[in-house]
C-alpha cells in the first residue's frame, strides 16, 4: 500500500465547480471477515484463509484498513485521518480512495453501495428520473493535458445536473501530481484517483519493442472507477481534447451502454483510412473467428457503459485484450504512425460480444466527431478539436494559425495566446478562446503578458 502522499481528488462543490461524486456517502467499505490480522512494528500483516498469499500493509494502509467497519463512509475515513497526515483534502481524499480500490482488488475489503431499500419512505425530490452519468478521462500528468482539461471543465461549469460529475484518472502509478493539475483538480471540483501507467509497465508492441502506447490510459480509466459507481450509473468515457458547445442537453444522453458510430470503425476494414484502403482488418471477421456471430455494431471514441456492466467480470480485461491484437495487427500490416495510433479505438465495442452485452449504436449529432472546418453546431455538442497540422489538415479551425500541437509540452493557459483570440473566426472557433480565456483567468487570475 502506497503512504497517503501521491495524486489528490476533491469531493466538496465548489462555487461555480463541476458537480461533485453523489454517491460518496453510499460507499462503506469493511473487511474480509476471515482474515488473519498481525501487527509487526509499524505495519500490520494480512493473511487470507483461501489464498498461499501473505499482505503487508505500511502505516498509512494499516490506518485506512483498521476503518473499515461497514459504518463508515469514505468521507468519515478521510474526516478521521485528516488530523494524521499532512495533506490537502484533495490529496488524501483521493489516495484514501485508491487505497481501498486498490484493497478491495486484493479482496482484503469490500466496497458496496449502502442499500436504501429498507427505508420507508424516500422523499420525492431524491427519486432520479434516469441513471447518474459519471464523466471519466484517463491521462498522464504532462502540461499537454492541463490546458484540455482546464477548457474542458470550464465549458462544464453549471451544467451538469444533480448527481451527474467528472473523475479524472491520472496514471502515474501514484507519484506526487504537478502543481497545475492539483491547482486544476482543486478550482473545478473534480474527483481524482490514481490509475497504472500501463505506458510504462507494459511494452505492448512485443514484436519491434520500445512503444510506448499511452491510449491504454482510457482504458486503465476504466478499471479505476468500476467500483466507485452504482450499478445504475452510465460511465461516460470521452477524449480530453473537446469541449461542451452550448448547453448541455441531458435528454439526449443514453441511460444504458451505447456508444457514439464511428466513420474509421465502420470501414470495411479497420486502419484502412490510414493506409490508402490497401490493407487493414475485418474486424466481424476477428469477432467470428472468437465464436461470436452476431452483427458488429461500429462504435468507440465516446463510450457509455453501466456501472454493472463495468462490473462484470472480465470485461476490462477483455478490452485491454482487444486493444493489443489490434495494435498488434496494425503492426503487422505496418500502419503509419497515425493509423497504428488509433488502435484503442474499436477495443471497447470488440469486448462487449464474447461478454454477451449488448448496446446502442448512437448517431446522434453532439457526440460524433463533426467536420473540423463547421462553422456552427447543435447546442450541447462535444465539439472535437484534435486535427492538425500533423494530421495533413488545415488544423481545428479552418481560419486559425492556432492548433494544438503548438502548445504539446506547454500549458497555453500560462502563455500567451491573445493574437489567436484576436483573429478568431467563427462562432465554434471563438468559443474555444472565450473559454480558453476565462480558464486562464479562473485558475491563473492574470492574462500572460506578451
Known amino acids: 500500500m502506497p503512504e497517503v502522499e ?43 484463509p483461501d489464498q498461499d498469499r501473505v499482505y503487508a500493509l505500511n502505516e498509512s494502509g494499516k490506518e485506512i484498513f483498521r476503518l473499515c467497519d461497514g459504518s463508515r463512509a469514505l468521507e468519515d475515513i478521510v474526516d478521521e485521518l485528516r488530523p494524521r497526515f499532512e495533506a490537502t483534502e484533495a490529496v488524501l481524499t483521493a489516495d484514501v480512495a485508491s487505497a481501498l480500490f486498490d484493497l478491495q482488488e486484493l479482496g482484503l475489503v ?48 453549471g451544467q451538469l445536473p444533480d448527481g451527474w460529475d467528472v473523475t479524472v484518472v491520472v496514471c502515474n502509478d501514484a507519484a506526487p501530481i504537478s502543481r497545475d493539475l492539483a491547482q486544476i483538480i482543486e478550482t473545478y471540483g473534480i474527483r481524482l484517483l490514481s490509475g497504472t501507467s500501463l505506458g510504462d509497465h507494459h511494452n505492448i508492441d512485443f514484436a519491434s519493442g520500445g512503444e510506448r502506447y499511452v491510449p491504454m490510459n482510457r482504458v486503465e480509466a476504466l478499471a479505476a472507477i468500476r467500483h466507485l459507481v452504482e450499478p445504475d450509473d452510465v460511465v461516460c468515457l470521452m477524449d480530453t481534447d473537446i469541449f461542451l458547445y452550448g448547453d448541455l442537453q441531458e435528454h439526449i444522453f443514453p441511460t444504458g451502454n451505447a456508444m457514439a458510430r464511428n466513420w474509421i470503425i465502420s470501414e470495411e476494414r479497420y486502419f484502412s483510412f490510414a493506409t490508402n484502403q490497401e490493407r487493414g482488418v475485418s474486424l466481424p471477421k476477428l469477432l467470428e473467428a472468437l465464436g461470436c456471430d452476431q452483427e458488429f455494431k461500429p462504435g468507440g471514441v465516446t463510450v457509455f457503459l453501466t456501472g454493472q456492466t463495468l462490473q462484470k467480470e472480465g470485461l476490462i480485461q477483455d478490452i485491454f485484450r482487444f486493444l493489443q491484437v489490434l495494435y498488434l495487427l496494425a503492426r503487422i500490416i505496418d500502419a503509419p504512425e497515425h493509423g497504428v495510433w488509433v488502435s484503442e479505438m474499436a477495443c471497447f465495442a470488440l469486448a462487449m460480444y464474447p461478454n454477451g452485452i449488448d448496446y446502442e449504436l448512437l448517431d446522434i449529432e453532439q457526440f460524433a466527431v463533426q467536420e473540423q472546418h463547421a462553422e456552427d453546431l447543435p447546442p450541447g455538442s462535444f465539439f472535437h478539436y484534435y486535427t492538425d497540422v500533423n494530421d495533413g489538415s488545415a488544423g481545428p479551425f479552418a481560419h486559425s494559425e492556432w492548433h494544438k500541437q503548438l502548445f504539446r509540452s506547454s500549458n497555453m493557459l500560462r502563455e500567451n495566446f491573445d493574437s489567436f483570440i484576436a483573429q478568431a473566426h467563427g462562432p465554434v472557433e471563438k468559443r474555444f478562446f472565450e473559454l480558453a480565456d476565462k480558464a486562464r483567468t479562473r485558475l491563473y487570475g492574470e492574462r500572460v503578458e506578451s
Not at 17 to 46: D, H, T, W, Y
Not at 137 to 151: K, M, R, S
Open 110 to 157: 469490500h466496497i458496496r453501495p449502502r442499500s436504501d431499500a429498507n427505508s420507508a419512505v424516500v422523499p420525492s425530490a431524491q427519486v432520479k428520473t434516469r441513471p447518474n452519468v459519471r464523466f471519466v478521462f484517463g491521462i498522464e500528468d504532462v502540461p499537454y493535458f492541463h490546458w484540455q482539461l482546464a477548457i474542458l471543465f470550464e465549458s462544464m461549469v
Open 6 to 48: 501521491g495524486p489528490g481528488g476533491q469531493q466538496a462543490q465548489r462555487a461555480g465547480a463541476v458537480a461533485p461524486p453523489g454517491s460518496a456517502r453510499k460507499i462503506r467499505p469493511r473487511q474480509e471477515e476471515r482474515l488473519k490480522a498481525f501487527e509487526v512494528a509499524n505495519e500490520m500483516v494480512l493473511l487470507p
